[in-house]
DNA sequence: TCAATTGTATTATTGAACTAATACAAGTGT
DNA sequence: ACACTTGTATTAGTTCAATAATACAATTGA
């Protein structure tokens, strides 16, 4: 069965990112494994009636997170995920984020302990919330 | 003395924001107080060589997350922080930032421990940071 | 009173992000 | 070999956020 992707014009968020979030959840959600092959850029470009260099855009990125790896003219495949470009790359986006977060924190005078009891309880609510699923 | 704005254009941050971010900050930092009036529009806007409208954005913004109170010919003030709409809003701005985070760490499949870690790890080296200054 | 000062509203300009049209380059696989 | 399929590059058009120009409205306070 063929990966299925499927994007909304327009709930504001630009197609290519509609792609690239695509994708990163069905490979963390282990619908995607290491190795596999995604559709070519025209095929799944033809598929959602949009410009192939909106998926090439999306596969680029995509690529630059280390998600995927491009192989010239053989297609385009999941990499393994422990790799050290993977890794890295992921760590630094984790880091943006929280740092964000302390950020913002600081600002509104939350302590640190605030925000750990914060993040427990959005925690457990997205647990809860994808039980219903 | 008056309230000390900077602003670089361009770092890529819009300039309405960074007044946002920079006013936000003297508010929780405690330079700017409860009830202290803020520098009228074109005043600040002629201080940054930039537009009234700029000011005004950044003003409105501020207004709607709770920091600030316009008096319609009478000025700008720092709002109660205590206030229900300031405490609603950053609330609301934080839960956006956790939500996202944790997002990201499913994502990647970090564990909610590890989370906990790195962000350990951020707020230490971010006290650290702020003992050079 | 009424000039000065405050925030507000409307419209225009600019620049960057997004998408598309089109042509190119390079392995693949029979 | 060589037609086919793959990703790549260049250029252009379109939309939208950010900023500015300008005029308006309302309260203050000497």
Known sequence: MPVQIHISISDGVPIYLQIVNQVKFLVASGRLAA???LPPIRGL???LLINPNTVARAYRDLEAAGIVEKRRTAG???S???SP???RERVKILTERIDAL????R???VSIEDVFKFIQQRHAAMLASRKEE
């Open 80 to 82: 393994d995920q422990g």
């Open 107 to 109: 600002h509104m005078d």
């Open 102 to 105: 302390l950020a913002e924190a």
């Open 35 to 37: 190795g596999e092959e």
């Open 45 to 47: 470009a033809e598929q």
């Open 85 to 87: 470009l993977a890794r």
């Open 76 to 78: 385009t495949y999941v």
